[in-house]
Nanobody, 114 residues
Framework: QVQLMESGGGLVQAGGSLRLSCAAS????????MGWYRRAPGAQRELVAE???????NYRDSVKGRFTISRDNGKKMVYLQMNSLKPEDTAVYYC????????WGQGTQVTVSS
């Protein structure tokens, strides 16, 4: 059974930083594009950042220049470095493959206070 475990969230003030981590137990992890998603209160889940097998990346416009996605295939880990956080970044953050066909993990809560 594939598991996705997110960690690293917390409460920070606007302008602060957090680094999220995602551990995947998928055997073919390195062959999948991976993404970080988020769900804000009252909103639908949205893709925030993605990283391909070859490590090319794409970002949602609202996080460009502030967030950086990376991966370590040997450790089956995906990371999201979040800088200059804004209150509108408050959400539960999840990782999944692209497209997100795996069961969702519990996510990690990020709360940015103004």
């Amino acid at each position: 059974q594939v598991q996705l475990m997110e960690s690293g969230g917390g409460l920070v003030q606007a302008g602060g930083s957090l680094r999220l981590s995602c551990a995947a137990s998928r055997s073919d992890f390195s062959s999948n594009a991976m993404g970080w998603y988020r769900r804000a209160p009252g909103a639908q889940r949205e893709l925030v950042a993605e990283i391909a097998q070859g490590r090319s990346t794409n970002y949602r416009d609202s996080v460009k220049g502030r967030f950086t996605i990376s991966r370590d295939n040997g450790k089956k880990m995906v990371y999201l470095q979040m800088n200059s956080l804004k209150p509108e970044d408050t959400a539960v953050y999840y990782c999944n493959i692209i497209p997100p066909i795996l069961s969702w993990g519990q996510g990690t809560q990020v709360t940015v206070s103004s």
